[in-house]
């Protein structure tokens, strides 16, 4: 007796369900697989560029302080890290606030310009969140979109046999369900790096806050204020009120222009620095 013939094995795959869905599953793959890059491609960069600047924290944390000027603090920092960029705005900016014709107060001029270089770095660490964000809104209705046009092929498919078999109806409509997966796949990783990206972050900005209010006092006060040597750059800051801390600058015109009120709250007079 003769065997039968083997049933027709269909290859069900992804490749299969493309050249099934012809141009328009091409095009939904092709678009789909361009995010999933870009989204790794964002998420790699972006870790980089905070872990450096968190490395940059640490070392402002460990000696930054300790140096007898911020002029010789500032060069202890990478040239292009962020830590060093608020200091190098926070001299230009007191040297700036001699030169203006109409003065404002010293401690207004320094916050808005210690708050404007903070955000222009906020910004540089926002960039390309937005398309994490986009890809992950919007990855599952572009596949849903391949599986829309896969199931209509299908049915026009089974209408034109006149064959509504589960045999029949299984294979196409599981080929069109792929789109639908391959949607999620590309959604799911740009949702969660994009979470943890912006996460991380805030906590960055908030040292950075820290930072600029530590650097902010130090240079109201002419080195008075100043964060705990140790303690990091935190809110606990060591206050002498009669006094400056050791390691505040003694010689003068070591420092930019001051107008602000020194550690013992009389008046200041402008000085030019040398």
Not at 20 to 38: D, K, N, P, R
Not at 200 to 205: A, E, H, L, S
């Amino acid at each position: 007796m003769q065997a039968a013939p083997p049933a027709n094995n269909t290859d069900f795959g992804i490749m299969n369900a493309l050249h099934e869905g012809g141009v328009i599953s091409w095009s939904v793959f092709i678009i789909l697989a361009c995010m999933s890059v870009f989204s790794f491609y964002i998420l790699f960069t972006k870790l980089m560029q905070q872990q450096k600047i968190i490395a940059q924290g640490r070392k402002v944390r460990a000696s930054f302080w300790n140096s007898s000027n911020l002029r010789e603090a500032s060069t202890k920092l990478e040239a292009k890290s962020a830590y060093r960029s608020i200091v190098d705005d926070a001299l230009l900016a007191q040297e700036q606030h001699g030169k203006l014709t109409d003065p404002i107060d010293q401690h207004d001029w320094m916050a808005n310009s210690l708050a404007r270089s903070q955000g222009a770095i906020g910004s540089r660490l926002g960039e390309g969140l937005a398309f994490l964000a986009t890809v992950g809104s919007t990855a599952p209705f572009i596949g849903l979109f391949g599986t829309v046009v896969g199931i209509y092929r299908a049915l026009i498919k089974i209408g034109a046999s006149g064959d509504a078999s589960i045999t029949t109806v299984a294979g196409p409509v599981g080929e069109a369900l792929i789109m639908t997966a391959l949607g999620l796949v590309v959604a799911v990783p740009a949702v969660l790096a994009y979470n943890w990206l912006i996460r991380r972050n805030k906590t960055i900005m908030e040292d950075l806050a820290a930072y600029t209010n530590d650097l902010h006092g130090y240079m109201m006060s002419g080195g008075a204020v100043k964060p705990a040597l140790g303690g990091g750059s935190g809110p606990a800051v060591s206050r002498t009120a009669q006094t400056k801390s050791p390691g505040a600058p003694t010689q003068p015109g070591s420092e930019p222009l001051r107008t602000g009120r020194t550690a013992t709250g009389a008046q200041a007079t402008p000085t030019s620095a040398e």
